[in-house]
């Protein structure tokens, strides 16, 4: 009789979020994933392909966090400048979160066409949040919104460009 696993998705993700963070990409198996769930890696790929595939789901579980920061920001800021530097804030930390795994991803040998393939669609869902912005203060520049997204998601990825910039840079062109 096979055994019943309760919320298997949700443990997997859990425990391997836990190892990424403790042991980094390079220190997460799906063998250590499945140890730590008491499961049998074969229940693993039930659910994910393979390592980046799991990696990514966690990754994607705290963009969604992040957009519920921007959707927030854009409802509810008084000015384009304070919703700007929000959207700015949420995309940092999530950046910042996620900094040496990228970077372990990389020296693992991960292509970066994996990460550039994403890349529109992320610019995509933060110009919709500039969007929902602009045309909550009756801002007439929402087509400046994929411009302006591109160089909030630039400048959060950059350590040495903080949200002053960004401020300056929605002041002046909205």
């Known amino acids: 009789m096979p055994k019943i696993i309760d919320r298997p998705k949700e443990r997997i993700l859990d425990a391997a979020r836990e190892i990424l963070f403790r042991d980094g990409y390079a220190g997460l198996s799906l063998r250590g994933v499945a140890g730590e769930c008491s499961i049998?890696?074969?229940t693993i790929y039930n659910y994910f392909a393979d390592k980046d595939t799991l990696v990514a789901s966690v990754m994607m579980e705290d963009w969604v966090k992040a957009m519920a920061e921007m959707e927030t920001a854009a409802q509810t800021?008084?000015?384009?400048?304070?919703g700007t530097e929000a959207i700015y804030r949420s995309i940092r930390?999530?950046?910042e979160q996620y900094a040496d795994v990228w970077e372990q991803f990389f020296r693992a040998g991960g292509s970066p066409t994996v990460v550039s393939s994403r890349h529109g669609m992320l610019?995509?869902?933060i110009a919709r949040q500039l969007e929902t912005l602009l045309h909550r203060l009756g801002k007439q520049d929402a087509?400046?919104?994929?411009?302006?997204?591109e160089t909030v998601l630039s400048a959060a990825m950059q350590p040495d460009i903080g949200p002053e910039p960004i401020r300056v840079l929605?002041?002046?062109l909205l």
């Open 170 to 172: 929605a002041d002046r």
């Open 143 to 149: 087509a400046l919104a994929p411009l302006l997204a």
């Open 123 to 125: 610019r995509g869902q």
């Open 93 to 95: 930390r999530f950046a």
């Open 77 to 82: 800021a008084e000015t384009a400048a304070d």
């Open 40 to 42: 049998a890696v074969g």
